[in-house]
């Protein structure tokens, strides 16, 4: 592992009277006025940046006016899950008579609006579908809702293909011709800010004058939740909504689902952080879609009864531990595939396969194997009918969406479909092309990167002095974000003197340190090291990469490194 510094432009911006190290910690971060740092929700991009929005409000009023019926259709994971929730109980709030949603289960139907989820959402005799978090591929399943007489409203973040469905409106800011200057938005992003459309138009019409105007800033605390747990980008606007939702939750305004989750994960609700939504709450939510059937993490989420939410949290963190065991089983079926293949055979691009394989854990263990030896990876499962359903995680600089989009269109009919992001994309094939396609996707990976782009590299924003250890400059980091997907928590490192050494719990190293001066005494945690390395009593000096944090026991704060990486010095 390499430890480099974070790139600083020439000259710090001017962002108010912040102390220098934070100056300096935004601007690494492409923060360049104080006026990024307004994180009030005045700050937002006006929704009339949209390209579609008009045209999806239309049909939202005349469903409101009209009392339709409404059918939201969501996906699978922690975006979808908020997504759907969001637009259910928005469009509740804002007065839509007859509002449901459906959620595919992946086993069964597989990802986005297929014309076998239409066929299931007609048995609900809806009027009006509603996607959130996909449809903008979903061109067959749109043509399937609308022979049978449903409008169609697409609302979603992914990348395009070449052909956009002929849904009555389309909200996406990925789509062609949308000018919206946030590309970053999640599924739940897309949907609130159609909901803030929506609510807009109905009070031009009137509909508030003798009653309050509904507060759909109660749904912020789910739209942080999606945001963060889908790793989208945090820009500017990201942050807004992700600050937003924090400051419901720390205040105790948090919807009772989300409370739930917290209390079963024994973590305190006024101090929890971003990394607590996507470390602590998405995987819990996440567990549902994985293992079951979403809807129950959804259920988990629109509920006002507190009892209920309890037990259905208990459930989500059940599954969780089960998708944790199921996980560590498919992570050693792995590294057992690869154990023997020397570093210099190794593929730039991994692709791994085992009939066994969970559908459901395949883009955890993708991410994993990814981490573990820093080149893009796909893992594949068996979907049945004689196809591998993948879930690929990418690296710094490989767009893996597009470089699927290379491979197909090299190999025609290699890929039954594909779809998603930068970072993270997922695709379906005949099980007899998964050699010809690990072979072309090694290629693609070798066209773009060379082989110092295989090695891992973490971003450090310098050392920190012996009187910056304290307390309050932790306070100020874990409260200066929030911190996500570009925009990283800071990260520092340093040599420290190696006092003290223990595993705690199977895998977790509690050190105490000194600082190389001999100055101070400090407490880190370094999570999931290797057994085979750590303990080791003969190293008396170590490197760190470290973020700073605060820990609290029976009332205490102390300072704390959070380590993420440890080397003997």
């Not at 072979?439 to 090695?455: C, K, N, P, S």
Request: hydrophobic fraction near 45%; aromatic fraction near 6%; glycine fraction near 8%.
């Amino acid at each position: 592992m390499r430890i480099d510094p974070r790139p600083l432009p020439a000259v710090l911006p001017f962002l108010g009277e912040l102390p220098p190290l934070l100056t300096r910690l935004y601007a690494a971060r492409g923060v360049q006025s104080e006026a990024e740092l307004d994180k009030s929700l005045a700050r937002l991009i006006p929704y009339q940046q949209l390209k579609g929005i008009d045209a999806a409000v239309d049909l939202l009023v005349t469903a409101l006016e009209q009392r339709q019926r409404i059918l939201i259709v969501g996906d699978f994971d922690a975006d979808g899950a908020t997504a759907s929730t969001v637009g259910t109980l928005g469009l509740r709030l804002l007065g839509a008579a007859h509002v449901d949603y459906l959620v595919p289960n992946r086993f069964e139907y597989g990802y986005g609006l297929t014309p076998e989820i239409v066929a299931v959402a007609l048995q609900r005799a809806p009027q009006l579908l509603i996607t959130v978090d996909n449809g903008i591929s979903s061109v067959e399943g749109v043509a399937a809702a609308k022979a049978a007489g449903l409008q169609v409203l697409v609302t979603d973040h992914h990348l395009p293909g070449d052909e956009l469905p002929a849904a009555d409106a389309i909200v996406n800011p990925n789509q062609p011709g949308c000018e919206f200057p946030s590309k970053a938005l999640a599924g739940v992003g897309v949907i609130f800010y159609v909901l803030m459309a929506l609510r807009a138009r109905l009070r031009s019409l009137g509909w508030y004058a003798n009653t309050p105007q509904p507060n759909i800033g109660e749904l912020l605390d789910l739209v942080a939740l999606g945001s963060v747990a889908d790793v989208v980008p945090l820009d500017a606007n990201n942050r807004i909504l992700v600050h937003q939702g924090l400051e419901r939750i720390r205040a105790g305004r948090a919807r009772p689902g989300i409370k739930a989750i917290l209390d079963v994960a024994k973590r305190d609700a006024s101090r929890i952080t971003s990394t607590d939504l996507g470390f602590i709450l998405g995987p819990r939510l996440n567990a549902a879609g994985r293992l079951d059937d979403m809807s129950l993490g959804i259920e988990c989420l629109l509920t006002t009864d507190v009892a209920a939410a309890r037990e259905m949290a208990a459930q989500l963190d059940g599954m969780n531990q089960d998708r944790k065991s199921i996980e560590q089983g498919m992570q050693r079926e792995a590294l057992a595939q690869l154990k023997d293949l020397p570093v210099e055979s190794m593929p730039y691009g991994l692709c791994l396969f085992d009939p066994e394989w969970h559908q459901g854990v395949i883009g955890i263990l993708a991410s994993r194997m990814k981490e573990r030896y820093f080149r893009p990876t796909i893992a594949f499962a068996d979907a049945g009918d004689g196809l591998l359903k993948g879930s690929g995680r990418s690296v710094q600089g490989f767009h893996i969406r597009d470089a699927l989009a290379v491979v197909a269109s090299q190999h025609p009919n290699l890929i039954a479909k594909y779809g998603g992001h930068a970072m993270a994309a997922g695709l379906t094939l005949p099980e007899e092309n998964f050699p010809l396609f690990a072979e072309a996707f090694d290629a693609e990976v070798r066209r773009q990167l060379r082989e110092e782009d295989l090695t891992g590299r973490l971003l450090s924003d310098g050392t920190l002095a012996v009187e910056e250890f304290h307390l309050e400059l932790a306070r100020a980091l874990r409260h200066a974000g929030p911190w996500g997907q570009h925009f990283p928590e800071p990260l520092f490192h340093g040599v420290f003197q190696l006092v003290e050494q223990r595993v705690v719990g199977e895998r977790h190293l509690k050190v105490v340190l000194k600082s190389e001066c001999g100055a101070v005494k400090l407490d880190g945690i370094a999570f999931g090291v290797d057994r085979e390395v750590w303990p080791n009593p003969t190293v008396k000096w170590v490197e760190l990469a470290y973020k700073l944090d605060v820990n609290e026991f029976r009332g205490n704060e102390t300072v704390q490194l959070m380590i993420a990486h440890i080397e003997p010095r």
